[in-house]
């Protein structure tokens, strides 16, 4: 029989706990992209984790390894319950047929069809999300089923202008954080519209069937659902083959070419180097014109895109709104934790500094003025400090140097009868008075003018 305490629960596999640096870097990812998106008009903005299922069979397309294979369906006890009892998810109305998000965009069309985000005649809508997506693939390094995206999108118009001008920003936000261009590689491709898909898809259903025997059996299946996915085949026999497959880039419409060579056009005048990719069709079908994804060159493993995305101006129209263009990209915060790792860049960086308050001794009054000390300088806004466990005063040195304290308030009998505490340098240890009624004032002061940027190599 079992006895005795149970086993400590462990996270499920495939998802991480953000803690101490980790989750330093990713408040500090979600700061950057608030700062470098606010420069190009994209606001912030939240939608639900968990969608109905079909926002994202919709969305995404029927056919995508996300949607076949990848989705964590929500569903309560109580739906679970009335599945089992009658026969099948079919029993359950649209409306209770959950699942987790595995990306952001669908979701944000869904918001943006149901809040009427571009109402007629409005120019565009631009947005950016941050938040943990899920997907149940096989776990590698950089490959998670409980992952964190930053994305933007933005919905409203087709002006070639905006899918370089999204570019060139998911560019500067990687610089931002530390990721320089020339540590990255930029891959483009424009995969045409309604006008043109339909006759390349032909064409590359025609390819794939001519070369059935080299083709693994899910790409000769793929001939028939949805041929364009044999580009992303990661079997090695089949991207020897689809290397040689119609580039969608040789087979656009006019409008659809011109619209290209624009986004070109301007990635040029901004100086932003890129790879054109004819076999780049990125994993879901909403797509169509510009297609892209970023790859870091170093330290990934075989996960190596740190971001993606394209145009989608068939996709509000699919989720049941008015016909509206759209484009957008995100980008996955482990795999770029990679990629700085790799070069040395530790996004989280140290703990904060703050301000340690000891105190001499343990009598009441000084563990009043401790309280009330510390009391002042965190409505000072100082992140502050002090010990909670009755530790000497060389212990509480070593806790402040722990907790990273640049300052040190040191409380004593003979100070406080005079009226004042002793401010200690914890670099330089040295010591000065400091008057009690003006501490809190004085020492913000002094900390502020320590731990500003610049100071003590930072
Ligand atoms: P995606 O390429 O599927 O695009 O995902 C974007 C990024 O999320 C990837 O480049 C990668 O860095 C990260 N990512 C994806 N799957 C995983 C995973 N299992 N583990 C860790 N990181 C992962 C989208 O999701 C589209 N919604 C992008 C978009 C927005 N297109 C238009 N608008």
Same mark, same amino acid.
């Given at each position: 029989m079992a006895s005795g305490k149970p086993n400590p629960a462990r996270k499920p596999e495939g998802t991480e706990d953000l803690y101490g640096a980790s989750m330093r870097a990713w408040v500090r990812m979600r700061e950057v992209a608030g700062r470098v998106f606010g420069a190009w008009g994209y606001d912030p903005v939240e939608t639900p984790a968990m969608e109905q299922l079909d926002v994202f069979v919709h969305g995404l397309g029927q056919a995508t390894d996300v949607v076949r294979k990848e989705m964590f369906r929500a569903i309560t006890s109580t739906n679970l319950a009335t599945v089992i009892a009658e026969g099948g998810e079919g029993t359950l109305k649209a409306s209770r047929r959950l699942a987790l998000r595995p990306e952001g965009t669908a979701g944000f069309v869904r918001a943006a069809i149901e809040h009427t985000f571009v109402p007629q005649g409005a120019s565009c809508v631009k947005s950016w999300y941050a938040g943990p997506m899920f997907r149940g693939e096989r776990v590698q390094k950089g490959r998670l089923r409980q992952f964190h995206q930053i994305g933007a999108e933005c919905l409203g118009s087709d002006d070639p202008a905006l899918d370089a001008e999204l570019i060139i920003m998911l560019m500067d936000f990687y610089r931002a954080l530390g990721l320089p261009e020339g540590a990255l590689r930029l891959r483009l491709n424009s995969m045409g519209d309604s006008a043109c898909r339909p006759a390349y898809r032909e064409l590359v259903r025609g390819f794939l069937l001519e070369h059935k025997g080299e083709l693994c059996e899910e790409c000769v299946a793929r001939a028939d659902t949805n041929p364009l996915r044999a580009f992303d085949c990661k079997n090695e026999g089949c991207q020897r083959v689809m290397s040689a497959a119609p580039a969608s880039a040789d087979h656009l419409c006019g409008d659809c070419a011109e619209h290209y060579a624009k986004v070109k056009a301007r990635l040029d005048e901004a100086g932003i180097a890129y790879e054109e990719d004819p076999t780049l069709v990125r994993g879901l079908d909403y797509y169509t014109r510009t297609v892209f994804e970023v790859e870091a060159l170093t330290g990934m493993g075989s996960q190596a895109a740190i971001g993606g995305g394209g145009r989608y101006d068939g996709l509000v129209e699919l989720e049941g709104g008015k016909p509206t263009p759209g484009l957008g990209f995100a980008v996955g915060f482990e795999r770029i934790l990679i990629a700085l790792e790799a070069l040395g860049v530790e996004l989280g960086g140290e703990e904060p500094p703050c301000v340690y308050v000891a105190s001499a001794g343990h009598e009441p009054e000084l563990e009043n003025a401790v309280f009330r000390a510390c009391l002042a300088l965190r409505r000072e806004g100082v992140r502050t400090e002090r010990d909670y466990q009755n530790r000497s005063l060389k212990s509480q040195f070593k806790q402040a140097d722990k907790a990273h304290a640049a300052?040190?308030? +040191? +409380? !004593?009998?003979?100070?406080? #009868? #005079? !009226?004042? #505490? @002793?401010?200690?340098?914890?670099? @330089?240890?040295?010591? @000065?008075p400091v008057a009690l009624d003006a501490l809190a004032r004085e020492v913000a002061r002094r900390f502020a003018a320590l731990t500003a940027p610049g100071e003590r190599g930072e």
């Open positions: 300052l040190c308030v +040191v +409380v !004593g009998s003979d100070e406080l #009868a #005079a !009226g004042e #505490a @002793t401010l200690r340098d914890m670099a @330089t240890h040295e010591q @000065t």
